[in-house]
T-cell receptor, first 113, second 114 residues
């Protein structure tokens, strides 16, 4: 069974203090790794899709990287508006042949002014 | 630029009543996924549907829960005879198709069972 473990569960940063969120995974036949942002009371908002080890993607202050066993979401000089829960998910191949997505429980990030 | 739409956004039911949650996928998307999220927990997969077909319902409770995605109209997640443990946020996501497809989420329906 595919598994996704995110750490830390919660992270508190000062504004401007860069850090990284970790997503460790085990999956049969990785088809894609996804990062989402979720604000309280809202649905997950898509950030990135990574497909293969070594791939990197950036968006504003966020940069996602992927290895064969984990992914990192680097946050450079965060601002209070970056406060949210960040979800990681992996897409693997099931025995039925279709590609199922498994989510981690998220890292709750708080950026203090 | 309509994204995934869900309604109602909030639903209150008494124990034993039926809850019906609706999801309209993003324009051009024919694949729908339903997830449940409890407070402080991750998203739990429930069911994956294509038009008129259930592809995977392995995450759905065997009793009281059903889902459909008819040829016309939104996808429906139906919960019969609700119990307090059904209280949660239910999210729908859609994708264009199979392959390395990103799922885009709706705003969710928050179900409260009294």
């Amino acid at each position: 069974e595919d598994q996704v473990t995110q750490s830390p569960e919660a992270l508190r940063l000062q504004e401007g203090e860069s850090s990284s969120l970790n997503c460790s995974y085990t999956v049969s036949g990785l088809r894609g790794l996804f990062w989402y942002r979720q604000d309280p009371g809202k649905g997950p908002e898509f950030l990135f899709t990574l497909y293969s080890a070594g791939e990197e993607k950036e968006k504003e202050r966020l940069k996602a990287t992927l290895t064969k066993k984990e992914s990192f979401l680097h946050i450079t000089a965060p601002k209070p508006e970056d406060s949210a829960t960040y979800l990681c998910a992996v897409q693997g191949v099931t025995s039925g042949g279709y590609q199922k997505v498994t989510f981690g429980t998220g890292t709750k990030l708080q950026v203090i002014p | 630029n309509a994204g995934v739409m869900q309604n109602p956004r909030h639903l209150v039911r008494r124990r034993g009543q039926e809850a019906r949650l609706r999801c309209s996928p993003m324009k051009g998307h024919s694949h729908v996924y339903w997830y449940r999220q409890l407070p402080e927990e991750g998203l739990k997969f429930m069911v994956y549907l294509q038009k008129e077909n259930i592809i995977d319902e392995s995450g759905m409770p065997k009793e009281r829960f059903s889902a459909e995605f008819p040829k016309e109209g939104p996808s429906i997640l139906r919960i019969q005879q609700v119990v307090r443990g059904d209280s949660a946020a239910y999210f729908c996501a859609s994708s264009h198709g199979q392959g390395q497809e990103t799922q885009y989420f709706g705003p969710g329906t928050r179900l409260l069972v009294l």
